[in-house]
């Protein structure tokens, strides 16, 4: 027999993912494995992340901007270990009834982003599941070697500092199930959309890597909820955290939800999605990750400092804030 | 607040995946990324595969044999790249009704396969989900550098060997999905629990990487079907094979399943789930792969021989069989 027949998958990867495929150990997307040669005197950092329909997106959000995401979460987690990207595998598994015009909306939002980021596309997998839409990316960058920022080096002392502002995005979902809270909030358009779109797309601090990994003692990414990630730190690092809430950087439209209910500051300082970097820095590292910050252009606050001990502590006019629920999870 | 709340996928991930994780890069999943430092003039060979319940396995399987199979198919990847595992990343996305043996069962099953084959646990992420089971794992091996062995460089002339037996699994999967078959074929129970088995847990044959990174001028592992999957060797080679079907290596079990019904063969030329490797050898290189492979325990058979041209000929008495499906998807 002349063996000709390629599958539906086959054909499915050759027209959406083989054209992102330029990395040459992707070899074309049409080997077992991908090939690559690291960096020399580094060490590789490995993160999963994914997405899952009705999970971690709602089955009607734009496909480019699912892809985005997910690829962002990733992105998100090399960031915070001071990593530089080096690629990433993406397995996605897609409804019978998903239409062409997702898939091909789909990847080229993973093209975008992957160009964007400097995090090529290595290999993938692609099945039909009887299930909801599903994305599993597994991303890999490069730090010297020995150097990964972690999250258990925390020391007392040090300074807590977050980038970008935080509880944008538990807001925007919110915003997303209940469309009147706009008006319960007396949110401009404008600052509805840019709540929402904070959820929908994040802006991980890849530009900082550097930064961080020259500075920062420990760090993480906030995914889900500042005041629980930052508890995990704190485990992690055997340290006690105090947290200055007057100063943790709320955007304009944030503040604005608050100014109209209060009760949303806890929102803000618990939910999930930010996809910042909480890090912590020794007292003579302030001035120099300050300096990298501005050459980066990411903005970065000093909220607090470690101390000896144990749990984070958030302080209003001295006094610390209970809240029902630190951390945002999935599960 | 004292911030001391873990997530239930913080417990679960504690309880039967942190004991999984005993390569000192995982940090015994306890940070946002892993780290791995790559072997000294090695390249790194990535590759990602998965199931998902009702499409790759089915849903009462053994969650222990779910996780192996899951695993030993990303193994399988590395083997027929010549590759030495260094580890793997887990994404599991569970329905809410799993109960936790379910859980302790599959992570056991992790945990034996990854010390059974030398790939360590390295990170992962865990999920509810309103779909199926899924499993996706990201797997990591080595090859000196400029050495991971391709699909694409095999030559006229060279001898084509596989791994193993073909077609256990295409065959097995069937008596799983109707029990009369075993009755039909006239399998005595061993033959057909044999073949069921060789469809639950893959063989990978990782104790052959070493010698087809060594010796191989081409290899990819048959997970479509052996037709199908050498049909793609073919292409991505730009040559043409002959295969001598009387030579292709059948277990016992599968020659009695021929012997009752002769059209099975083509079910074993074309199923999926194989796991065996085809690879490609010139002419120099086949005593001293012979030896190596005798070395490995792992057996090897001649099937045929690469010739200029193109498409995958499969010959019984000198003429060419035609097959109505060349390869298996799940797609």
Redesign the interface.
């Known amino acids: 027999?002349?063996?000709?027949?390629e599958?539906?998958?086959?054909r499915?990867i050759a027209r959406y993912f083989r054209p992102l495929a330029k990395h040459p150990g992707a070899?074309g997307l049409?080997?077992?494995?991908?090939?690559?040669?690291?960096p020399e005197g580094?060490?590789?950092?490995?993160?999963?992340?994914?997405v899952?329909a009705?999970?971690?997106f709602f089955a009607d959000d734009a496909p480019d901007m699912v892809a985005r995401k997910a690829l962002r979460m990733n992105l998100s987690?090399?960031a915070?270990?001071g990593?530089k990207p080096l690629?990433f595998?993406?397995?996605v598994?897609l409804p019978a009834a998903t239409d062409e015009a997702w898939i091909a909306a789909f990847a080229a939002g993973i093209g975008e982003d992957a160009e964007r980021y400097g995090l090529p596309l290595?290999?993938?997998?692609?099945?039909?599941?009887?299930?909801?839409t599903?994305v599993?990316i597994?991303a890999?960058?490069a730090?010297p070697?020995g150097k990964?920022v972690?999250?258990?080096t925390a020391k007392p002392g040090d300074s807590i500092i977050v980038t970008g502002t935080i509880g944008d995005a538990a807001l925007g979902v919110l915003l997303r199930r209940d469309a009147k809270l706009a008006a319960r909030w007396r949110l401009t358009e404008a600052f509805a959309a840019y709540l929402q779109q904070r959820y929908l797309l994040p802006q991980p601090r890849n530009a900082l890597a550097e930064a961080v990994q020259q500075h920062a003692s420990a760090a993480?990414?906030i995914s889900?909820g500042f005041?629980?990630d930052?508890?995990k730190l704190?485990?992690?690092s055997k340290v006690a955290a105090e947290i200055d809430v007057g100063r943790v950087p709320l955007s304009d439209a944030a503040r604005a939800v608050v100014a109209a209910d209060a009760a949303a500051m806890e929102t803000a300082l618990t939910g999930g999605d930010d996809y910042e970097i909480v890090l912590t820095l020794a007292p003579d590292k302030l001035a120099p990750f300050r300096d990298a910050a501005k050459r980066a252009g990411v903005a970065v606050t000093e909220v607090g400092r470690i101390a000896a001990g144990?749990?984070?502590?958030?302080l209003r006019d001295g006094k610390?804030?209970?809240?029902a629920?630190?951390?945002f999870?999935?599960?």
Chains 1, 2 share one sequence.
């Open positions: 027999m002349q063996n000709t027949t599958s539906a998958e086959d499915l070899l049409g080997d077992d494995a991908a090939v690559l040669t690291p580094c060490d590789l950092v490995l993160t999963t992340d994914g899952i009705g999970v971690h987690d090399l915070a270990k990593a690629g595998l993406l397995s598994a290595l290999g993938g997998d692609t099945d039909r599941t009887p299930g909801p599903s599993s597994a890999f960058g730090v070697r990964m972690r999250r258990s993480m990414d889900d005041a629980g930052l508890a704190c485990r992690a144990e749990g984070a502590r958030f610390a804030l209970a809240f629920r630190a951390s999870s999935h599960f």
